[in-house]
């Protein structure tokens, strides 16, 4: 069965441009989470989605980040404009929803904003 | 501030012998609590979880002990082997939230 599935697996680019990151979670699932990680503050929370609804945004470090999950088969994470202290690793990872329902996280996607 | 404390950042072990990583933990409200192994460049990979109303759970080599009263967690793998040697991070979740917290890794070498 397919995993988690992201897109790009790493994106370069200049401060100020847009950027979007993509996500297929698994087929099924019905929770979907942004993570993202730094050297500094390790794995951390940015948004999550139950059954296509944003449930939880407190991680989301300001307006310049957005997050839609249209259908239960994909979600992006867009960051307008970018700046160079956005670079680090975004992880997507889905769930069943429910208590002990472990996570399953894509291979993530390398951000560096120039 | 970090609600979920691994506070080794690195750990040897010789091939064979156990691997015992430790995790620390504030938020009383955490009620399922996770392991994932990590490889460079790939995702977090889940490798055991235990809720709070156990406080053991067995899977293979891996075996994670719940102690709630002391806010401790701990992962064994017996016996180690090379293949083992990755990042182990702890996280937890519960009360109103499904978010993980995760604490910042432990590096595992496993040396033949």
């Known amino acids: 069965d397919a995993g988690v599935i992201q897109s790009p697996r790493h994106e370069v680019t200049e401060m100020g441009q847009e950027v979007t990151l993509r996500c297929k979670p698994i087929?099924?699932?019905?929770?979907l989470f942004w993570y993202r990680q730094t050297m500094m503050r390790g794995l951390e929370l940015l948004i999550y989605?139950?059954?296509?609804?944003?449930?939880?945004d407190s991680g989301m470090p300001e307006d310049r980040f957005s997050a839609k999950m249209p259908n239960a088969s994909f979600s992006t994470l867009k960051i307008q404009p970018s700046e160079p202290r956005d670079s680090a690793v975004y992880f997507c990872?889905?769930?069943?929803?429910?208590?002990?329902?472990?996570?399953?996280f894509g291979d993530g996607t390398r951000l560096s904003i120039l | 501030d970090q609600q979920v404390k691994q506070n080794s950042p690195s750990l040897s072990v010789q091939e064979g012998r156990i691997s015992i990583l430790n995790c620390d933990y504030t938020n009383s409200m955490f009620d399922y609590f996770l392991w994932y192994k990590k490889y460079p460049a790939e995702g977090p990979t889940f490798l055991i979880s235990i809720s709070s109303i156990k406080d053991k759970n067995e899977d293979g080599r891996f075996t994670v002990f719940l102690n709630k009263s002391a806010k401790h967690l701990s992962l064994h793998i017996v016996p180690s082997q090379p293949g083992d040697s990755a990042v182990y991070f702890c996280a937890a979740s519960g009360g109103m939230s499904d978010a993980l917290n995760f604490g910042k890794g432990t590096s595992l070498l496993v040396t033949p």
């Open positions: 989605f139950n059954n296509n609804v944003p449930i939880d």
């Open positions: 990872a889905s769930s069943l929803r429910g208590f002990d329902q472990p996570q399953h």
């Open positions: 087929s099924g699932h019905n929770s």
